[in-house]
C-alpha cells in the first residue's frame, strides 16, 4: 500500500485484557513511531524505532507498555492488563531518515470499558 | 508550561479571510512540523521546516529560529480549511520524535 496502515481501526476490550495494536509503515521508511492522542492529554509520544538502534521508548507511561518491530518493518504496541485510561486513538507514523517528514496512519481507537 | 504553544486555541472566520496560527516553543530544535487534522480524520503533514520559509498552494508556513517562533498562514480561507492544525517539534536531541502543541481548532465559514 501507498501509505501507513494501522489495524484494527477500533478494538473495544474489558479492563485487565491484553491488546495488541498493528502498524505498517511505507515500504522504505526506516523510522517508526508510536503516539496516543486522548481527550485530556492531545498528542504524546510513546515510542520511536530507527533502523536497527535500540528503540527510544521514553514516552511509554507504564511498563504495562511493549512494542517491537520485526525486521525492520511492521511493529506491534502491546498493552497488557489495560485500564479505563489507556482509552485513546493509537497512531503510528513512519518516516525516513530523521528528521524527515512524518506520514501518520488512520490511527486505532481503543476503548477500556 | 508546556514546551509547545499555540495561538489562538480557537479561531473561526470568514471564507476568504487571511489566517495566522503562531506557535512558540522553548526548546532548541532540529525541525519543526505543521500538521492537519480534520473532524474524524487523520493526521496529514503539511510542512517540515528548519529555517526560512515555505509555501504550498493557499498555504505558508516561516520559522524563525532564534526567536524559537513560527507562523502558519493560510490565504483565501474555504470553509474546507475548517480543521486542527497541531504545531509539532523535533527537539534537538531526540532524532525525530515530536512533541506536540495543543493545536488551534479552525472553523471557517461560508
Given at each position: 500500500g501507498a501509505g501507513v496502515s494501522q489495524s484494527p481501526s477500533n478494538k473495544v476490550t474489558e479492563?485487565?485484557?491484553?491488546?495488541?495494536?498493528?502498524?505498517?509503515?511505507?515500504?522504505?521508511?526506516t523510522a517508526l513511531y508510536w503516539y496516543r492522542q486522548s481527550l485530556g492529554q492531545g498528542l504524546e509520544f510513546l515510542i520511536y524505532f530507527q533502523g536497527n538502534s535500540a528503540p527510544?521508548?521514553?514516552?511509554?507511561?507504564s511498563d504495562r507498555f511493549s512494542a517491537e518491530r520485526t525486521g525492520g518493518s511492521v511493529s506491534t504496541l502491546t498493552?497488557?492488563?489495560?485500564?479505563?485510561?489507556?482509552?485513546?486513538?493509537?497512531?503510528?507514523?513512519?518516516?525516513?531518515?530523521?528528521?524527515?517528514?512524518q506520514y501518520f496512519g488512520p490511527g486505532t481507537r481503543l476503548t477500556v470499558l | 508550561k508546556n514546551e509547545v504553544e499555540q495561538s489562538p486555541q480557537n479561531l473561526t472566520a470568514q471564507e476568504g479571510e487571511f489566517i495566522t496560527i503562531n506557535c512558540s516553543y522553548s526548546v532548541g530544535i532540529s525541525a519543526l512540523h505543521w500538521l492537519q487534522q480534520h473532524p474524524g480524520g487523520g493526521i496529514v503533514s503539511l510542512f517540515m521546516l528548519s529555517s526560512g520559509k515555505k509555501?504550498?498552494?493557499?498555504?505558508?508556513?516561516?520559522i524563525n529560529i532564534q526567536e524559537k517562533h513560527s507562523s502558519l498562514h493560510i490565504t483565501a480561507s474555504h470553509p474546507r480549511d475548517s480543521a486542527v492544525y497541531i504545531c509539532a517539534v523535533i527537539p534537538g536531541t531526540?532524532?525525530?520524535?515530536?512533541?506536540?502543541?495543543?493545536?488551534?481548532?479552525?472553523?471557517?465559514h461560508p
Open positions: 479492563k485487565g485484557k491484553d491488546v495488541e495494536l498493528r502498524c505498517d509503515p511505507i515500504s522504505g521508511h527510544d521508548k521514553s514516552g511509554l507511561p498493552i497488557q492488563r489495560t485500564q479505563q485510561e489507556d482509552s485513546a486513538v493509537y497512531l503510528c507514523a513512519s518516516s525516513g531518515v530523521p528528521p524527515d517528514t | 509555501k504550498h498552494g493557499r498555504l505558508i508556513a516561516t531526540s532524532y525525530g520524535k515530536l512533541t506536540f502543541g495543543q493545536g488551534t481548532i479552525l472553523t471557517v
